[in-house]
C-alpha cells in the first residue's frame, strides 16, 4: 500500500477509492469505500493490517500508556458477583476471581456454602473470547441450557449441561441469535428460535430474517425439532418465547423492528392441537408479558401511558372494555416490573435514577423500597412461591453490589460487597439539568474529584447515546475510576431518543426528528464549557453503536467544539445500514433511504456523507472489531478512510483501532476491554494534554 503523510510525522495507508454512485430519488450519492464492505476480501484484510500497524505504532509512542494500563488491570482485579436466580431447589451465580477473561458460572442448594464450578467459559477458547450468553434451568434442577458465542459475535450455541454430572449431552444447537430459552414445565423440552443457515461465509453479515420457533427435546438432534412457529409472509418478525410458571401457556412475545411496540399470541399447551391465539394485534404499543394468574395475563404497557403502567387481561373475556389497570401511570417512568412472590415489584426512574415500589396483584402500594443511595438497580427475578430474591445495586462512585430482597418485609440484606483498591468517597457525583436548543430540559450526571476547580482547564469526558429507548443511568466503571484518578471530569447526558421519561422522551429522538438528539449532545457540550468545568481543546465526547453515530455526527456538525472523539462501532453509514445483518430492524428509531423524505433527514446528518475535505475535525480514534455482526465493522471502515481523506493536512490524529476475535461489546473478554480502555485513555492523555495521568 502506498501512503500519504499527515501532520505529526503520523502517516496513513492511502485507501483505493473506486468509482461507485448510487441514485436516490434523483440525487447522486457516491461511495468510493465500498470495497470495504466485503470483510472477507484479502484487500480489506491488508487494509485492517496496515490501518492497525499505524494506530498501534503511534499509541505505543505514549510514555504514559504502560502505566493506564497497568492501573486499569490492578483496579479490575477484584472479586464480582453476579445476581443469583433460584430453580430447582438451588441456587445460580456467575463470580469473576478479578481479571479473568469470562465469569464462571457455580450451582449451590445454599448460599451459605461455596458453590460448585458448573460452567468456566475461559476453558473453552485459548484467548478467553467465548461468552455466557443464556442459562435456563428445568423445572425440576435436573437440565441446563447454556448459550455461548465466540468471538463476540451475536450467534449463540445451544447446549444441555446435566447439572449433577456437569456433562454435556451430545446435542449443539445452531444458528441461534437475539433468543433464550424457555423449558416445559414437565422438563420434556424447551422452546427457543432460530434462523436459517446463512450462505457460506456470510454468517457476520447476512441481513437476519426469517426467525422461526421450535421446540428441543434432550438428547435428540437439532433437525430433529419441532417447528411451533414462523411467518414467510413476515421476515422480519422476531420471536421471545415465554411458558408461564403454571405450565398451562406458551406466551409468544412478537416484535418487527428494534421498537418496543409488540404483539402477544398465546397457546394452551394443556390442549394438544391448540394453535396459537393473537391476542395483542396491530404492533400498537410495547406490551411486557409478565406473568399470569389463571386466565388473568399482567401486562407492563405504555398504551395510553406514555411511562408505562401495568394492566391485567382476563383471556376469556379478551375485549378491551374488559381490560383492568392495575398500576396507573405515574410522574415517573416505570421502567421494569416483576412479578413473583404474590407481589409486583416496580422499578421506576426519577430523572434517570433507580425507585422501587412494591404493590400486591390488584394496584394497591405496600412500600416504598428504600435503595442505598443514588443509582441503579436491576436482577430481580423469581416465582409466586418465592420468599426472597436477589437484585444488583450500582453507583458512579461505588461497585455493583448484591443485595437479597426478602419479599414480605421489603428488607434488603447485602449478599455480595466488593473490596476494591479504590476510594470512591473522593468522588462527587452530581445531576444536572441545561437547555437544549429547542428549550428542552435535559438532564446530565456530572463526576469528578471532590474539590475540582471551574476554571475551565479540566480534561472532560461527555459520553451519551440516545436512542432505541435505552436509559442510561448510574452505573460504576472500572474505567472511568481511572479516567477520574487522573483528573478527568465524567459527564453522562440523557438525551432525547433513550428511555428516561417514556415513550415520548423516545419518540422525541427518531427518525425526522433525529437532529433532536445531536442538538441535545451539543448543548451538553456547551453548558459544559460555560460552567467552567472544561474548554473544547480539553473536551472529548466519546459513544458506541448508536451512540458512535452521535459522536460522529456531532464532531462533524461542531467539529471546533471538541478536542478529541472516542466513535465505537458507529452506525456511520446512513444510506446502507439496513442492508446488513440485523441493521434492517433500526428503521424504526432512524428511517430508511428508501423513503423521500427520510433519505434527506439521513443525507443530511450522516457521518460518513458530511465530511468535508480540508476541514479541522478533532483527534478521532475509532473503534471497532472484525466480529461485529451487529453494527459491521464497514461502517467504522468506510468512516475512517473518507476522514483521513478529508482531515486538514495540520489537523490532529484520525486513526482506528481494529480489535481481533471480538464483536459489538458482548461477551468481549476482559483482557481486551482492559487493553482497549488503555489505548483509548491514553490516545487522550496525548491529544488533549493531560498532565495527571499516572
Known amino acids: 500500500m502506498q501512503s500519504i503523510a499527515v501532520a505529526q510525522s503520523l502517516t496513513y495507508p ?175 423440552g424447551f422452546f427457543y428460535c432460530r434462523y436459517p443457515k446463512p450462505e457460506g461465509g456470510a454468517a457476520l453479515t447476512e441481513r437476519n430474517e426469517n426467525q422461526s420457533v421450535w421446540f428441543h427435546v434432550p438428547g435428540k438432534k437439532q433437525d430433529e425439532d419441532q417447528l411451533i412457529y414462523a411467518r414467510t409472509d413476515k421476515p422480519g418478525w422476531s420471536y421471545s418465547p415465554y411458558v408461564t410458571e403454571d405450565g398451562r401457556y406458551l406466551i409468544l412475545s412478537v416484535n418487527k423492528d428494534t421498537s418496543p411496540k409488540s404483539q402477544v399470541f398465546y397457546k394452551d399447551l394443556t390442549q394438544e392441537r391448540s394453535g396459537f391465539v393473537e391476542l395483542l394485534k396491530g404492533f400498537d404499543a410495547a406490551y411486557n408479558f409478565l406473568e399470569n394468574k389463571g386466565t388473568v395475563f399482567y401486562f407492563h404497557t405504555d398504551l395510553d401511558a406514555p411511562r408505562y403502567r401495568v394492566i391485567a387481561i382476563d383471556v376469556t373475556k379478551p375485549e378491551k372494555k374488559q381490560w383492568r389497570e392495575i398500576i396507573p401511570q405515574s410522574e415517573h417512568k416505570l421502567e421494569g416490573v416483576a412479578m413473583f412472590g404474590g407481589q409486583l415489584i416496580g422499578e421506576y426512574l426519577q430523572d434517570a435514577k433507580s425507585a422501587m415500589r412494591t404493590f400486591d396483584l390488584e394496584g394497591k402500594l405496600i412500600r416504598e423500597v428504600a435503595l442505598p443511595g443514588i443509582g441503579s438497580i436491576g436482577g430481580f427475578s423469581g416465582e409466586n412461591a418465592d420468599s426472597e430474591s436477589f437484585y444488583a445495586f450500582s453507583s458512579f462512585t461505588a461497585p455493583t453490589t448484591i443485595f437479597r430482597y426478602d419479599v414480605p418485609t421489603g428488607v434488603s440484606t447485602i449478599w455480595r460487597q466488593p473490596k476494591l483498591n479504590y476510594d470512591g468517597t473522593q468522588l462527587e457525583a452530581k445531576q444536572v439539568f441545561y437547555q437544549s436548543k429547542d428549550g428542552t430540559r435535559v438532564p446530565m450526571f456530572i463526576i469528578h474529584k471532590k474539590g475540582l476547580k471551574l476554571d475551565g482547564s479540566n480534561p472532560c469526558l461527555l459520553y451519551g447515546y440516545g436512542g432505541f429507548d435505552i436509559s442510561l443511568t448510574p452505573g460504576f466503571s472500572v474505567s472511568r475510576a481511572v479516567w477520574m484518578e487522573m483528573g478527568g471530569v465524567f459527564a453522562m447526558a440523557n438525551l432525547r431518543g433513550g428511555g428516561e421519561y417514556g415513550s415520548e422522551w423516545h419518540e422525541a429522538g427518531i427518525k425526522l426528528r433525529k437532529q433532536n438528539v445531536f442538538d441535545d449532545f451539543i448543548a451538553a457540550a456547551e453548558w459544559l464549557i460555560k460552567e467552567g468545568y472544561t474548554q473544547p481543546s480539553k473536551l472529548a465526547i466519546q459513544g458506541g453503536s448508536n451512540g458512535g453515530l452521535l459522536v460522529g455526527a456531532c464532531m462533524i456538525q461542531r467539529p471546533e467544539l471538541f478536542g478529541a472523539a472516542l466513535p465505537g462501532v458507529g452506525v456511520m453509514d446512513m444510506l446502507r445500514f439496513h442492508k446488513f445483518t440485523i441493521g434492517w430492524a433500526w428503521k424504526s428509531d432512524y428511517g430508511s433511504s428508501e423513503k423521500p423524505d427520510e433519505f434527506k433527514a439521513l443525507l443530511k446528518y450522516s457521518p460518513l456523507h458530511n465530511l468535508k475535505e480540508g476541514t479541522r475535525y478533532p483527534a478521532t480514534l475509532i473503534t471497532t472489531a472484525d466480529h461485529d455482526d451487529r453494527v459491521v465493522p464497514a461502517h467504522s471502515f468506510k468512516f475512517a478512510a473518507r476522514l483521513q481523506e478529508c482531515q486538514a493536512k495540520d489537523g490532529p490524529p484520525v486513526m482506528i483501532r481494529i480489535e481481533t476475535s471480538a464483536g459489538h461489546g458482548g461477551g468481549t473478554a476482559l483482557s481486551k476491554v482492559i487493553e482497549e480502555t488503555a489505548d483509548e485513555w491514553a490516545f487522550l492523555v496525548k491529544v488533549l494534554g493531560v498532565e495527571r495521568a499516572r
Open 14 to 188: 492511502e485507501t483505493k477509492k473506486q468509482s461507485v454512485e448510487d441514485d436516490y430519488f434523483g440525487t447522486k450519492v457516491q461511495d468510493p469505500y465500498r470495497w470495504l464492505e466485503d470483510d472477507n476480501s484479502a484487500e480489506t484484510k491488508a487494509w485492517v493490517e496496515a490501518q492497525n500497524k499505524v494506530t498501534f505504532g503511534w499509541l505505543e509512542q505514549i510514555p504514559q500508556r504502560e502505566k493506564i494500563r497497568n492501573r486499569i488491570q490492578e483496579l479490575f482485579n477484584f472479586e464480582r458477583f453476579g445476581v443469583p436466580f433460584k430453580k430447582g431447589g438451588q441456587y445460580f451465580y456467575t463470580r469473576n476471581t478479578g481479571l479473568q477473561n469470562q465469569s464462571v458460572l457455580y450451582v449451590t442448594p445454599s448460599l451459605d456454602q461455596e458453590g460448585r464450578e458448573l460452567l468456566d467459559p475461559n476453558k473453552l477458547s485459548e484467548d478467553g473470547t467465548v461468552s455466557l450468553t443464556e442459562t435456563s434451568v428445568s423445572e425440576d434442577g435436573k437440565l441446563m441450557v447454556v448459550g455461548t458465542s465466540s468471538a463476540g459475535s451475536d450467534w449463540q450455541e445451544f447446549r444441555i449441561k446435566d447439572i449433577a454430572t456437569g456433562k454435556d449431552l451430545p446435542e449443539v444447537l445452531q444458528w441461534i441469535k437475539f433468543s433464550g430459552a424457555s423449558w416445559k414445565r414437565d422438563g420434556s
